[in-house]
């Protein structure tokens, strides 16, 4: 085999090992094992996201037993549980989920990556609660664990 064609096929090998990781979203490791509450706001101190995280942080025990992961996407930062997330971008989420920077958002998507609630102000616990426990998977799980439907 010649040079160049070892170089050729060397570089392509590289692209597609940079490739790889790279295109996967950020956000398919939680499907099938996390509900995402995905939170969109402008600044830091806009007003409905100091009335979100209010009631997130009230709410901290039914979010853990509904296995629930919140995502904030702020300015042009991303938390995720309330740590710096440096793997994921602000801006291909908000592209990802139709949101715009000037915009106050809250998104719930199911396990299965499909978006089941989307309001443009804060959710009330008792609502994201009803909307979670009245899906298909959530009733399974709480046949499984003995609960109540």
């Known amino acids: 085999m010649n040079r ?69 996407v702020v300015q042009d930062s991303v938390f995720v549980d309330g740590k710096l997330a440096i793997e994921m971008n602000a801006k291909n989420l908000r592209k990802q989920f139709d949101t715009t920077i000037v915009e106050f958002t809250v998104l719930l998507i199911g396990k299965d990556g499909e978006q089941k609630l989307r309001r443009d102000e804060a959710v009330k616990a008792e609502d994201l609660f009803k909307t979670i426990d009245a899906m298909p998977m959530r009733q399974q799980e709480m046949r499984q664990r003995g609960q109540k439907t």
Not at 29 to 44: C, G, I, N, S, T
């Open 4 to 72: 160049r064609k070892i170089l050729t096929l060397a570089g392509a090998g590289l692209m597609a090992l940079a490739a790889g990781p790279a295109q996967a979203a950020p956000l398919d490791k939680y499907r099938w094992k996390r509900r995402l509450l995905l939170v969109f706001a402008p600044v830091k101190p806009h007003p409905n996201l100091v009335v979100q995280r209010q009631r997130l942080k009230e709410a901290a025990a039914g979010l853990k037993e509904r296995e629930v992961t919140v995502i904030e």
